[in-house]
């Protein structure tokens, strides 16, 4: 069956990250410089990961899906945050609302399972390194990241089925810079009992299990390292988990001060802070530690560029 769409609503005002005049235009080129970055850093991990055949392994496989994910999470609203510094009135459609809401919902619980599936290819590195062969096969690396894909669809398609069903009478403003499920939650003229309860449930599972899965598996990896008698075999291991231990830490820190707590004018406030990390800032730096802190990631920049110079010279 359809969902009916009750909304009076046929456009959202979005209030924006700031109400200052004088500071729309330098966040204009902040946000603006942070997105270059992010879009040409992820695309330049893609490349290389795609041309380097030393780089096809389970671990830059994830890689190569998280910077997929970061480059699409961060272009589903990052510019239509950059016209609205720029822009008198910054208004986004009904539909236009509802379909940001989807793919915000969609690309941030696939980030959340696949640095939750690295964890897991750390473990088995440094844990089990006998059996990582078999452990990370292909066809594991491919149920993880198909099942990492399955959770961000249930997800999404619960959380906008739910928006949908809520009537928006006459309250059109939406204090943040993008269409959240929070914020739209406290416009609605009607019950958002059941919204409520699905982000408590929907986040609680898809924050919850991946931190405990990957703190567990660090628990691991932490008594394994600590077993490692050369210190250069231990400086080694903590600087191949390093960039990632940063990675959860930025992501899941930030996304959980927003949404489990309650919900309330003031946290929302606080909460446009805490999601300028998660949108903008941890899609950026991912890109730049799993770059500037890889060497087999340095390797394959240099290589590449050299087999470009030669076909240049040819």
């Known amino acids: 069956m359809a969902t009916v769409n009750h909304s009076f609503v046929t456009e959202f005002i979005l209030v924006g990250l700031t109400d200052h005049s004088d500071l729309q235009l330098p966040l204009f080129f902040l946000f603006l410089a942070m997105y270059i970055i992010t879009v040409l850093g992820n695309w330049g991990l893609i490349i290389l990961i ?12 994830f890689l190569f899906n998280l910077s997929f994910i970061d480059l699409c999470y961060s272009s589903v609203f990052t510019p239509k945050m950059l016209m609205n510094f720029i822009s008198e009135k910054n208004i986004i459609s009904y539909q236009g609302c509802m379909a940001q809401l989807y793919f915000f919902c969609f690309f941030g619980i696939s980030e959340c399972y696949v640095l939750t599936s690295m964890a897991y290819d ?3 590195a440094i844990c089990n390194p006998l059996l990582y062969n078999i452990a990370m096969s292909p066809k594991v690396c491919f149920n993880l990241m198909f099942g990492s894909y399955l959770m961000a669809f249930s997800g999404a398609m619960a959380h906008t089925g739910c928006m949908l069903r809520l009537t928006f009478c006459d309250a059109s403003t939406i204090n943040h810079y993008f269409c959240d499920i929070l914020p739209m939650l406290q ?3 009607v ?6 309860l699905v ?12 931190s405990l899965t990957i703190f567990i598996s660090y628990g691991f990896i932490l008594c394994s390292i600590l077993h490692i008698n050369s210190t250069e075999g231990r400086s080694k291991a903590f600087s191949t988990c390093s960039s990632h231990i940063i990675a959860v830490l930025l992501f899941f820190g930030s ?9 309330s004018a003031g946290s929302m406030n606080k909460g446009k802070i805490s999601s300028v990390f998660y949108t903008n ?6 890109a730049l530690i799993y770059s500037l802190r890889n060497k087999d990631i340095k390797l394959a920049l240099r290589k590449t560029l050299s087999r470009r110079e030669i076909f240049n010279h040819k």
């Open 199 to 210: 982000v408590f449930i929907v986040c609680g599972i898809n924050i919850i299990v991946p």
């Open 122 to 124: 750390r473990y088995v």
């Open 50 to 61: 795609g041309l380097n055949s030393h780089l096809h392994t389970p671990m830059y496989f």
């Open 281 to 286: 800032v941890v899609p950026m730096t991912n």
């Open 191 to 196: 019950s958002t009992y059941v919204n409520e």
């Open 187 to 189: 416009l609605s003229c």
């Open 255 to 263: 996304i959980s001060f927003m949404y489990l707590q309650p919900s």
